[in-house]
């Protein structure tokens, strides 16, 4: 009698939040995984729902913004304004571009720039330090990942230093990612008279509500003149140094000029979000000295927006691609409008590159990403799989005068549940700074060949299948 009662709750909790998903109106493909997820484990798949599956309430960031700021300010002058004469070097399909990311990202058009790649841990630490020693009036660091480790403490030696100097510093972390940051590191921070805030740390009653979205950006801002951004948070493992992971393969990039102050309106609003705390003064958006031009909009995608402004930006940079498109991203779960921009380029002529992870960091993600290859392949897409280390990337670009570099991988979380920032560079010395680090990657993996993809034990094929129902929450 007992498991008669206990399996009619079951069906009356998969038809009351399978009927909860159908009236929300979800797209064909998260409506159908989810129902299967709920089907297949229907008390686990009940509890994974209520927690990871419930859609973005809205009303939490109804006042994330410092009223009237410097973003809006300056869009205002933008909006309507004829792209063409910002950029004339380059083409309609370029204008388009930047009037949507405009409209849907938020992103304002910066010119005035000089952008540093930097690869790897080694070449990121090594420049932030130097910028950080450099600080002279504040210093803002918004992580997803701050670890109280070896980098960890240096970062914090250097951050102590500064405050004694008299320079104002904020640090915000994930509450998820930097969970396994030690209170006491922490409490050294504060006392040390550094400002640590938390974005959406894990209390209750609101953990289903929050644990969903989660703050995935990395900025860093000093003094308002320098900003760095992409994919590599502070932790020893971004450094190679664990050596569980190996050799971690990742991008980040340095910023002088106009599109720092947009990073620094970006970190700002977000430090409005968590403390009411309010800065506008001139001193954090100072004039630039940079002459060079190299065209920026930084787009902050997230939860928070009404449009998914970072799967915009990627989708039209696939459709108005003339010869090539290269993308790098560990975890690739795309959406079907995604899947088919890329076979359509790819059946067109284009040359479409794809790199990935190799060796799997979440083995469910790289299992599901599995699921979606083979009819690229049949496309004519090349995918390479990274086997030096982890890989970790998220760079893309697009011919020759366009690219993008930051934190959204390529899936329903980077697109749709995150806080991510990408800065969409309209600039041909960039990407073709962007080709070299890409082709020695190629040449650090391994080509997946159609025939011997369609070869894999059905066994795999099942597990892939499997691990795809759970895609929405990956």
């Not at 058009?109 to 932030?128: A, D, W």
């Not at 493992?237 to 393969?249: H, N, P, T, V």
Request: charge should be negative.
């Amino acid at each position: 009698m007992i498991w008669f009662i206990l399996l009619s709750i079951s069906i009356l909790q998969v038809v009351l939040i399978g009927a909860v998903i159908l009236l929300e109106n979800r797209g064909p493909a998260e409506t159908i995984a989810w129902i299967c997820v709920l089907g297949l484990l229907p008390i686990l798949g009940c509890i994974i729902f209520i927690i990871f599956g419930q859609k973005t309430h809205r009303d939490l960031f109804r006042n994330k913004h410092i009223p009237d700021n410097r973003l809006a300010k300056t869009l205002r002058q933008q909006i309507d304004y004829d792209h063409s004469a910002l950029l004339p070097q380059h083409s309609d399909s370029h204008h388009k571009l930047v009037s949507l990311l405009m409209k849907s990202g938020f992103a304002p058009l910066t010119l005035y720039n000089r952008v540093e790649i930097l690869l790897n841990g080694g070449e990121k630490f090594k420049v932030l330090f130097n910028a950080l020693e450099g600080a002279s009036n504040h210093i803002h660091l918004s992580y997803f990942i701050f670890n109280d480790d070896e980098i960890g403490g240096d970062v914090f030696k250097i951050l102590a230093r500064k405050v004694d100097e008299g320079v104002e510093v904020r640090v915000l972390m994930d509450g998820i990612g930097s969970i396994s940051t030690s209170s006491g590191f922490i409490r050294s921070m504060r006392q040390a008279g550094i400002q640590v805030e938390w974005f959406f740390p894990i209390r209750f009653p609101y953990i289903t509500s929050r644990l969903n979205m989660r703050y995935h950006r990395k900025i860093v801002v000093v003094d308002g003149c320098i900003g760095f951004m992409g994919g590599l948070n502070i932790g020893d493992e971004y450094l190679s140094r664990d050596s569980k992971l190996g050799f971690w393969r990742d991008t980040h990039i340095k910023i002088e000029g106009e599109a720092v102050q947009t990073l620094q309106a970006i970190f700002l609003n977000d430090w409005y979000f968590v403390t009411r705390q309010e800065y506008t003064d001139a001193r954090y958006f100072p004039q630039n000295n940079i002459s060079q031009i190299q065209p920026i909009q930084i787009v902050g995608g997230g939860p928070d927006s009404n449009w998914t402004s970072i799967w915009h930006g990627f989708f039209n940079a696939i459709t108005m691609a003339k010869h090539s498109v290269s993308i790098e991203t560990p975890y690739f779960i795309p959406d079907e409008s995604l899947i088919m921009a890329l076979k359509t380029a790819a059946l067109s002529g284009l040359d479409v590159r794809l790199v990935v992870q190799g060796i799997p960091e979440h083995k469910l993600t790289y299992l599901a990403m599995y699921s979606y290859f083979e009819e690229l392949l049949q496309a004519g897409v090349k995918i390479f799989q990274y086997m030096k280390g982890i890989f970790h990337a998220k760079v893309f670009f697009i011919d020759d005068e366009l690219a993008s570099v930051g934190s959204a991988n390529m899936d329903h979380r980077g697109f749709l549940l995150d806080f991510e920032l990408c800065a969409f560079v309209y600039d041909r010395s960039l990407v073709e700074r962007l080709k070299v680090d890409f082709e020695q990657d190629i040449n650090d993996s391994t080509e997946l060949v159609l025939q011997t993809f369609q070869a894999r034990p059905v066994s795999a094929r099942f597990k892939e299948s499997c691990a795809r129902l759970f895609s929405p929450v990956l």
